[in-house]
Structures are given as structure tokens and as C-alpha cells.
């Protein structure tokens, strides 16, 4: 029976900030290597010997996050994966439903279903508990993966695990799922060898699923159903009936089905397998800061970084020099429009000064300096009064939409590459080290025609210069009106 990964890349992360924004949340940020979180999760399976592996992850995300983790997966030679784009977020039980009917239409496979942001240390450790999880999902269990405790932990959910199963290999009856415990509990749930942490990762068959969510939630069962029958294909994206999937209830998997297996012993047995593996759902930075390789002294560090006299900090450098001097237990976040430190016990207030700056209004929350866009990307490097410089690359063969702008005009100088340029009704191309000027109101854009990215800068001078003062005429990724 063929195992097929789901991944689940919805959420936005914003106790990782400054590293991770709304729209570059921490699933696309390469934290503990070279590889993002969300390209980490679909690689977990490769050299997998116990089970037949699609090669193609299903992943169910959203509109805005598309691009980037089309782009993500083909730097790690995943080729044709299928992308669910959910127009809106219904949680977790109705993704899995999508994906549970994408699945269906190729057979019955096993999935197994991860959040696409999660660590995991010991890959080996992983790839055996997963063995032991789809033999019991092949014979009709649903399974869940319980993170094995090594201390008492009140911020995470806990399963409770009954019997040992006969030919399990560590498999345990699913008892119930709880809810975070405060302190004096979970020390209590952890010396009692019955609970675990709850991981969020599952296995089934897909058609268990859909006989499980059909008995329990029969309404989300129709609602995704009807938005799978009116999709569309975009491209390598899969666009759901909006109106239909607006209808489903959200729920989690947790809710939707798992805690009530209970009482339905005929729609499949619950069952937890054990995973000591390194897990960690990098929830906030002492997290990541837990998980990452150390020095002799404690200190962990991304990027360049100077520690002196420095113990169990961690830094995280985006774009320069940061230099550590005498810190004890603290988190130092550099990019390039925000720096944050915190003591790492006060990592959870992060999430405060995100609401703090969403009430003013800030852009700091949503994006970064640095924005990806379907071609490539652009950083604004400079900014003041009627003028904004960006340095823009453009990959290999793509082109930006053909536009105008209302109060801007735009000179481009090219740094690296070739440039093929439309302005009003010519075209013509551009070598390193020449230039060209766009005057406000006139019809342009810029394409790639060569086989190394293209790289300008681009000066922009005018009364308005916000990214709202484009009317798109063309586009290759549908951005234009109809």
C-alpha cells in the first residue's frame, strides 16, 4: 500500500517574529539548516524502505503562500506535486478532508498528515515510528503520533494511551485527547507513563477518514465534497469552489473525529504510536533555541555571529554582523527592518508586540524588506520623500505582469543578466550595465529571456510609490482582471 504525504502549510507563525511574517511565515524559513521547515517536512520520507512513497506531497495552503511553496518544492526536485489552495481557513479536519478526496481519486492510499512547520532531529527514529503507524493503518486504525515527554509540559495538548497493542511494536490504544494542563498536572501525566504530547501528526487510509468524517461531521463531509467537484486547475494549483468550502464547519482533526473514537468503535480503532525523535513545533524562539546545535557554551547562532562571554543565547542574524557580549539565557533577532531581544523565558510575549504593532498599523507584521512575488523577488533597499530604491532578480524566463503606474515613473539599470523590456510600443533588450527609463503612465514590463536570474536595480520617483499604484493589464499568473 502507497504512503502519500499531506502537508499542512496554513499557519502564519507570529511568535517567530521578526523572522516570520504573514506572508513568510516560519514553515518557509530555513531555521535549523539550509532547507525551510515546509521543504524539511516534504523531504521526511525519502529513503523510507517500509512502504511505497508517492514522490508527489499533497499540500493544502492558501492563496497568498502559492508561489513560494511551488518554488520551494521544485528546489528540492519534488516534481508535479499537487497544491490545494482553501480560499478561506477552516482549520485542520477539512484540509485533511480535501486531501483525503484528491488521495481517493488514485486509489485508497495511506496518508500522513503533518504540519508542514514542525522539527524532527532523529530521522531515523521518525521513518521506524512511521513503519509501526502504517501497519496499524493499513489494517483500518486511526492513527496519531505521540510525542514521548521529557518534561512536564503546559503548552501542549496531552494524549492518554491505553493497552499496549499485541503486534503494535509499541502502538498503544487511543484513550482520549486532553487539553493543556497546568503545572501540578502535567508533572502527574508525565510520572504516569500514560501520557504524551500531543504531535498533531496522523495516519489513515483515506477512505477511513472519510468514513469517520461522514459519521461525525457529515456537513463538512458534503462541504468539501462540493468544493473538490467545483474545482479548477490553475496551473500547478488546484482552486476549490469557494462558495461550497466557505460552507464547511472548522474543526481540527483532533475534535472532528479522533477524541470520539471512542464511541465509535466501528468506524476504525484510535491508536498513538510513541515518537522520540527530536520533535519540536517551534513554537516560539527558546524552542528553536532547544532544538538547535550549541556550542561548548550553549550558544546557538544562524548566520554571522560573534559570541563573547555569552551562555545559552540564541542569535539569529538575517543580514550583518551580530555581536553577542556577556549574554545569559537571551534571543537576538536580526533582519534587515527589525531587530527583537528577549530573555528566553519571555519568548511567549512576542506574540504581544505583534499585536501591538498590527494596532498601529505597521506593515512589520505582514511582510518583509524582502518580498517574493511568482517571478523572483525584490528588496526595498532605500526609501524617502518621492523616492524608493529596489533591487530586483527575476528567475530565469519569467516576466512581470505588463502595468502602468499612476504617480510614478521608474529608471531600471541592469546588474546581472539580460533584460527584455517593454515600454509603450517597443521592445528591445538591455545588457549589464545599461539602463532604461519608464515615465509615469506608460505601459511596460520587464521579462527575463536568459538562463541566469536577471538582476536590477530599479529607481522609482513620484508622488505615490505603494504597491497599490499598479493596473495590470497582462499577467502570467493570473494577477490581471478578467
Known amino acids: 500500500m502507497t504512503i502519500k504525504s499531506v502537508i499542512l502549510s496554513g499557519g502564519s507563525g507570529t ?63 519534488v516534481r508535479s506535486p499537487q497544491i490545494v489552495l482553501e480560499p478561506v481557513g477552516r482549520n485542520t479536519a477539512p484540509a485533511l478532508t480535501l486531501a483525503a478526496l484528491t488521495a481517493a481519486e488514485e486509489g485508497d492510499p495511506i496518508l500522513l498528515v503533518m504540519p508542514a512547520d514542525h522539527v524532527i532531529g532523529d530521522l531515523g527514529a521518525f521513518q521506524h515510528a512511521i513503519a509501526v503507524g502504517a501497519a496499524a493503518a493499513r489494517s483500518g486504525a486511526l492513527v496519531t503520533f505521540g510525542i514521548v515527554p521529557d518534561h512536564a509540559e503546559t503548552g501542549y495538548g496531552y494524549i492518554r494511551a491505553g493497552a499496549v497493542l499485541a503486534a503494535g511494536e509499541g502502538a498503544r490504544a487511543l484513550e482520549e485527547f486532553v487539553e493543556k494542563p497546568d503545572r501540578e498536572t502535567a508533572e502527574r501525566y508525565v510520572s504516569s507513563g500514560e501520557y504524551y504530547w500531543n504531535s498533531g501528526i496522523f495516519m489513515m487510509k483515506a477512505s477511513v477518514w472519510m468514513a469517520a468524517i461522514t459519521h461525525f461531521n457529515p456537513d463538512m463531509a458534503r462541504s468539501c465534497s462540493a468544493a473538490i467537484d467545483g474545482r479548477s486547475q490553475d496551473a500547478d494549483f488546484v482552486r476549490l469552489d469557494a462558495a461550497a468550502f466557505e460552507r464547511s464547519p472548522s474543526d481540527s482533526i483532533d475534535y472532528a473525529v479522533m477524541e470520539k473514537l471512542a464511541t465509535a468503535s466501528d468506524l476504525g480503532q484510535g491508536v498513538v504510536v510513541p515518537l522520540s525523535a527530536g520533535w519540536s513545533d517551534v513554537g516560539a524562539w527558546d524552542a528553536l533555541w532547544a532544538v538547535s546545535e550549541k556550542d561548548a557554551d550553549g550558544n546557538a547562532a544562524r548566520g554571522e555571529v560573534i559570541f563573547e562571554g555569552s551562555h545559552n543565547t540564541l542569535v539569529h542574524a538575517d543580514s550583518r554582523l551580530v555581536a553577542a557580549i556577556g549574554c545569559e539565557d537571551m534571543i537576538v533577532v536580526e533582519t534587515p527592518d527589525a531587530v527583537m531581544v528577549a530573555h528566553k523565558t519571555r519568548t511567549q510575549d512576542v506574540k504581544k508586540v505583534v499585536a501591538r504593532l498590527k494596532a498601529e498599523g505597521r506593515s512589520l507584521t505582514q511582510s518583509h524588506r524582502k518580498v517574493y512575488r511568482p517571478w523572483g523577488w525584490y528588496d526595498s533597499i532605500d526609501a524617502g520623500e518621492r523616492f524608493q530604491v529596489k533591487r530586483i532578480v527575476v528567475n530565469p524566463g519569467a516576466k512581470l505582469s505588463l502595468q502602468m503606474h499612476h504617480h510614478r515613473a521608474e529608471h531600471w539599470i541592469v546588474v546581472r543578466g539580460t533584460a527584455e523590456v517593454t515600454s509603450g510600443d517597443k521592445t528591445f533588450l538591455l545588457a549589464e550595465n545599461e539602463s532604461t527609463y519608464i515615465p509615469l503612465g506608460h505601459t511596460h514590463r520587464l521579462s527575463n529571456p536568459g538562463k541566469v536570474p536577471l538582476e536590477i536595480i530599479e529607481v522609482q520617483s513620484g508622488s505615490y510609490l505603494g504597491e497599490d499604484d499598479i493596473v495590470r493589464f497582462e499577467d502570467t499568473y493570473g494577477r490581471a482582471p478578467a
Open 15 to 77: 511568535r517567530l517574529w521578526p523572522a516570520s511574517r504573514e506572508s513568510y511565515p516560519k514553515q518557509l524559513l530555513p531555521l535549523t539548516g539550509e532547507r525551510s521547515l515546509l521543504q524539511e517536512t516534504a523531504t521526511r520520507l525519502r529513503g523510507f524502505t517500509a512502504a511505497e512513497v508517492d514522490p508527489r506531497p499533497l499540500v493544502i495552503t492558501n492563496e497568498e503562500y502559492r508561489f513560494i511553496i511551488a518554488e520551494q518544492l521544485r528546489q528540492i526536485g
